[in-house]
């Protein structure tokens, strides 16, 4: 399908609805949204849809609302805004849409379409999918039920996007209903339309269309309560524990209506144990709240024991390879001294030649470290740095599919006389809890982090709490000579200070820091794109995908992830082969961004897809720690490009070469902590590029952002 770059402009470049068939997917973002479809009209005219339209395969012919646009490098394109599945009704279309099904491929698909016709084949398959596919050639006995359930899949999509549709839902959001729900929901959705409110993604105005449609009332108290819910849900994604009830209140009334009896759903929700409502008016969910209170338990039980270790002798180095300063030794022998302690620093401070102290002196003594980190990046890192293995919590608590994390109190981490966790900044109540519940009664726990990047994604802010609690610290501030060498690391403690990075480099000192002007979004973006595909890989000899990670603070918009992933890879893997309905192709770069617990990956988690076997429907995943795992296609929903990403995503993790654009157009997430964070990533190298006003601003805005916690008062309790 030719580009309309080259083609004359459209017969009717005001017209405002079409009605076209998908010839081709061109590109879509792997969460199943935004798309990039070759069609033709029913005029016969080729057309280039974009918008929200990830659901869309091959073959579907579609109503498509919106308006004509002359993209500056694409050309004309048709921006949908909405769109209706309509039945396939060419044999071009119809054969699309057969070779979607498995198995069945072009050939099968034209000998199905000249036995049954276009208009006939699909409600032949409708009736008796079986008889019907099992005459088409190389489906045999192993891979009929395969078949069979392909198009009953597809069958029920097809329904569901019609019920959705029919009631005033966006169709892009069938496909991961579908999938949660599976056979029988539409009558289930029927029932309870805002159940589609527990899906990532699908929020709270999606299933509310849905059930006014469906007459659902306004006050109905299945409405108010999934507005409350939604609402604090919500509230964790952004890193609170709880909401005050007046904040949850006003919260709630934005999605519900003015009108709405808010204060009567929460006290509703509070009755049937959803909520808990504590005496100073503090609202959360229950399950949250109840991992809150063990949290502080497991903190408060550390704190109140004695300490377990006995170390004959022991000294500190007065020479050798290592001589810690006062506060490195300082931070070793609180790890020895309490059961629970932190360590903390900015880069260059010798945390880590603080750990592999530690370390070093507990194997003297024939003790035992395990150290862990919430990354496979983080713990690969580790482990360089310390000489120690390392892993990740999940695995280090022995996650099961069916069962959750395995070590417990009941069943405590074995083989630890000194837990060593990095990277204690990214810790969530949920996973410092699960941690801390799984640490056996003989067993130290040293946390590690820097408390100036950026907060954890999920809810809470643990580590800053357990300071502010009074946990016994030593926080390390003194840069040591070799590292302040080291641009980056000179430009990260400026940038952590308030300060615009210093650009003077003197004789000994590492240039690995680079800040490049540039001007307006476009101007950014291709140096960006530049840097990380071409420049940084030649000059460093680095592998663009694997070593050189983009940074980016925001994903839509002309400097956002989905931008930038779309540019790189096109450059850096252009001919990878599609994976179908995934809009991923073999050899991309792919990150994960939900916990997949049956398929033991986790959110953050980066790697490449290395192989897919389409007969099995089965995909190779090479993960940055060296695993392989072999994913069934329908798991890469949660799998999404990763030659750029957000800095938040990054957490944890390091590139050889990082780059980050600087835009004021991103003014609402440019701050201290996201630029010190972003930066901090690097290890070879880190250009920042953008508008030096815009960067002016990052450094002097701290994120001033309260999370709603309680773990500070709840350990002092």
């Known amino acids: 399908m030719p580009d309309r770059a080259q083609d004359a402009s459209p017969r009717d470049p005001a017209a405002g609805e079409l009605v076209a068939e998908v010839m081709n997917v061109r590109w879509t973002v792997p ?24 659901h869309l395969r091959e073959g579907e012919s579609v109503a498509v609302h919106g308006g004509w646009r002359n993209h500056p490098r694409h050309g004309w394109q048709f921006a949908v805004e909405r769109v209706r599945i309509l039945e396939p009704v060419s044999d071009a279309a119809v054969k699309a849409y057969l070779e979607s099904v498995k198995h069945v491929g072009p050939r099968g698909a034209a000998l199905l379409v000249e036995r049954y016709g276009a208009g006939e084949v699909l409600s032949a398959l409708d009736r008796d999918p079986e008889r019907v596919l099992r005459g088409v050639p190389g489906i045999g006995a192993r891979r009929l039920g395969g078949a069979v359930q392909s198009w009953r899949d597809g069958q029920e999509l097809r329904e569901l996007r019609l019920f959705l549709d029919t009631h005033g839902v966006d169709a892009a959001s069938a496909s991961r209903i579908a999938r949660h729900f599976g056979a029988g929901s539409i009558a289930r959705l029927q029932r309870e339309p805002y159940a589609i409110c ?11 269309a849905l059930a006014r449609a469906l007459d659902t009332p306004l006050d109905a108290p299945d ?16 890193g609170h524990c709880h909401l005050p009830r007046v904040e949850l209140a006003q919260r709630a009334a934005r999605l519900l209506g003015g009108g709405a009896d808010v204060d009567h759903a929460i006290d509703m929700l509070a009755a049937r144990g959803r909520v808990v409502v504590d005496d100073e008016g503090r609202v959360a969910e229950a399950r949250l709240h109840a991992v809150e209170q063990r949290l502080a338990a497991h903190v408060r039980g550390l704190l109140e024991s004695e300490p377990a270790l006995e170390l004959a002798d022991v000294e500190r180095p007065a020479e050798g390879a290592f001589v810690p300063s006062d506060d490195q030794w300082r931070g070793v022998t609180q790890a020895l001294g309490h059961r629970l302690s932190i360590l903390t620093g900015g880069p260059g401070t010798g945390k880590s030649a603080t750990m592999r102290a530690l370390v070093d002196l507990l194997e003297e003594g024939r003790r035992r470290a395990r150290l862990c980190a919430p990354t496979g990046k983080a713990a690969r890192r580790l482990s360089e740095l310390t000489g120690a293995d390392a892993t990740t919590i999940h695995r280090l608590l022995e996650w099961a599919p069916d069962e959750g994390f395995t070590r417990d109190a009941s069943h405590p981490i074995e083989g630890c006389d000194v837990l060593i966790v990095d990277e204690a900044s990214m810790l969530s109540v949920h996973l410092a809890e699960a941690l ?60 952590n200070a308030g300060q615009l990075p210093e650009l003077a480099v003197g004789d000994d000192d590492v240039r690995d820091f680079f800040l490049i002007s540039r001007d307006g979004p476009q101007a950014i973006f291709d140096e960006v794109c530049e840097l990380a595909a071409a420049r940084l890989p030649s000059h460093y ?9 983009v940074l980016a603070p925001m994903h839509r918009g002309p400097l956002g992830i989905d931008a930038l992933n779309a540019e790189l890879r096109a450059r850096l893997n252009a001919d990878g082969a599609p994976i179908a309905g995934s809009g991923l192709r073999v050899g991309d770069k792919v990150m994960q961004t939900r916990n997949s617990y049956e398929h033991d990956l986790f959110n953050g988690e980066r ?7 389409a007969d099995r429907d089965r995909v190779l995943f090479a993960g940055e720690d060296g695993r392989r795992v072999s994913l069934p296609a329908d798991a890469l929903d949660t799998l999404r490009l990763a030659y750029a990403a957000t800095v938040h995503k990054a957490q944890g993790s390091q590139a050889r070469a990082i780059v980050v654009p600087v835009y004021g157009g991103h003014q609402i997430m440019l701050t201290r902590n996201l630029v010190y964070t972003a930066v901090t990533r690097a290890q070879d190298v880190c250009v920042v590029v953008g508008e030096r006003a815009a960067l002016q601003v990052a450094v002097r805005r701290l994120d001033a952002r309260l999370r709603h916690t309680r773990l500070r008062e709840l350990v002092a309790a």
């Open 31 to 54: 969460d199943g949204d935004f798309a990039v479809l070759d069609g033709v009209s029913e005029d016969g005219e080729p057309v280039v849809l974009v918008g929200a339209l990830g």
């Open 198 to 208: 527990e899906l990532d993604g699908i929020g709270f105005a999606t299933a509310d």
């Open 223 to 238: 409405r108010l309560a999934a507005g409350v819910m939604h609402a604090l849900d919500q509230a964790q994604g952004d």
């Open 436 to 495: 801390l519940a799984a640490v056996g009664p003989q067993t130290h726990v040293l946390l590690v982090g820097d408390v100036d990047q950026l907060a954890p994604v999920g809810p809470g802010r643990v580590l800053e709490d357990l300071l502010a609690a009074g946990v016994p610290s030593t926080r390390l501030t003194e840069v040591f000579r070799q590292a302040a060498r080291s641009l980056i690391v000179r430009a990260a403690h400026a940038i």
């Open 541 to 549: 000899r680095l592998d663009p995908a694997a070593d050189v990670q």
């Open 607 to 613: 790697g490449v897809l290395l192989h897919h076997d």
